[in-house]
């Protein structure tokens, strides 16, 4: 909440503003006496974007509901909305754009580091579907440094009818528990973590029902996080035996598997 009200007071923007270390005394002088709003030329507008998305009212009254799930099983979220977060979205078209912002945000404090470490593995790829994809950020990306690929982004209906147009990316609304869109190679990043290892196998066998692909997951992990032990075993179970863990510059590690 101290993060949320600098942020609100546009304290970052004053800061990046001098283009120095300044004074608390400077910053006081320069605090807005009307309405704040962000500049998009700030170099954290990600970081702020995600503080002031957590610290929503939606996203902070599902934690008052942690003890009750403790001792009731269950979903926060849902014990505070009645509905599962993804239905939320769906009936709630500023948090599906707040939602999908944040995701947007975290996506570029990682791309670059993923796309220099992992340069050459494109190679040879002539498609690439990003699951969950959101507005695209990520799928796009990737297409503008490789446009020998055709990319698509796969969500949720809802979600790519709000996605902008990307050059050499195809937005598909779908349902990953029930049919992925077909590609050379699929990749994931933070989607597999929101699921339990049953769900999990159930997306991944998704991923190649149809044909053999390679797969491809930056840092994943549902309803809770694994260890690298663990991965291997939910890939196996999966029928993706073999698999590499890259590490990049950024918090995330790239997971690299092969179907069976």
Known sequence: ????CAVE?????????????????????????????????????GYLTRVMSATLPWLLNPWQYMGNCVREGGSPFKKAHGVEVWDFSLANPQFNHLFNDSMRCATEIIIHAMLVKYKDGFDGMESLVD??????????????GNPHIRGINFDLPHVVATAPEHQGVEHVGGDMFVHIAEADAVIMKWILHDWGDEDCVKILRNCHKEEEWEMMIAHTSGGKERTEVEWKMLLNNAGFPRCNVIQITAFPSIIEAFPE
Request: aromatic content about 2%; hydrophobic content about 40%.
């Open 1 to 4: 909440m101290a993060l949320k």
């Open 9 to 45: 007071l546009g304290i970052p923007d004053i800061i990046n503003s001098h283009g120095r270390p300044v004074t608390i005394s400077e910053i006081a002088n320069s605090l807005p006496t009307t309405t704040f709003s962000s500049s998009s030329s700030s170099p954290d507008i």
């Open 131 to 144: 699951v969950c994809g959101g507005t695209g950020a990520m799928i796009a990306e990737i297409v503008k």
